[in-house]
């Protein structure tokens, strides 16, 4: 099968007549789309405009920018922190981008509960923008969120060394009781063997003082022995 050779050099004749202002235009078109669609609450079509101006021109910063923020509103956290990642590059040295590019990173880890991060990324924006009260907002707010985390979790050490020490002196408890018993079985035996002994011997003096009262009643009874007659 032979290939159309009129319609490849056509093809390629447009491709060369295409003009970087043409390809900045389609750029643009695509991402004023995506913006739009964030408005209406539309982020999957937003995503799908903002990733086709990207490949128009895989440096915009609007586009990864926004892109992130689609991705963002779809709850795709680890997708939009890579995408904002990859756009800080394109930012140059533009303060105001960085400082909303670090202020969404901050946005992302809150969410996904690094607060470390979080708190780093908002001091990173408001070294670029220092008037944002938003971002200072956020700021106080994450440092708030680790204080209790740190609280929270001072608490639940001193409640784990409390359950430990619980348990040790429950382990410990049973082995003095038992020795506790052990002597008290011990002391209530030997009572009762000295009790014992006791009234054996109260038993055995009672019988001879019996035995000795019948002998002398018995001597007594029997005629006095005379002399035997010749």
Known sequence: ?????????TFLLLGLLASPDSKAQDERRHVRQGVAHLQNENFAAAEQ??????EIKPNSF????NLATAL???????????????????????KQKLAQLYHNLG??????QDIDNSIEAYKKALR????DDETRYNLIAAMKMKQQ?????QEQDQEEQQEEQDQQQQEEQPQDQQQEEQQQQQQESEGISRENAERLLEAIEQDEKEMMEKMNQHQQQQPVRIDKNW
């Open 72 to 94: 963002f509103r779809q709850e795709k956290y680890d997708e939009a922190m890579q995408q904002l990642q990859a756009s800080e590059p394109f930012a140059g040295e533009d």
């Open 149 to 153: 985390q740190e609280e929270q979790e």
């Open 107 to 112: 946005n992302n880890y809150i969410y996904g």
């Open 128 to 131: 670029q923008n220092p008037l």
């Open 1 to 9: 099968m032979r290939y159309n050779v009129l319609y490849i050099l």
């Open 62 to 65: 609007e586009a990864g920018y």
């Open 49 to 54: 405009a903002f990733r086709e101006a990207l």
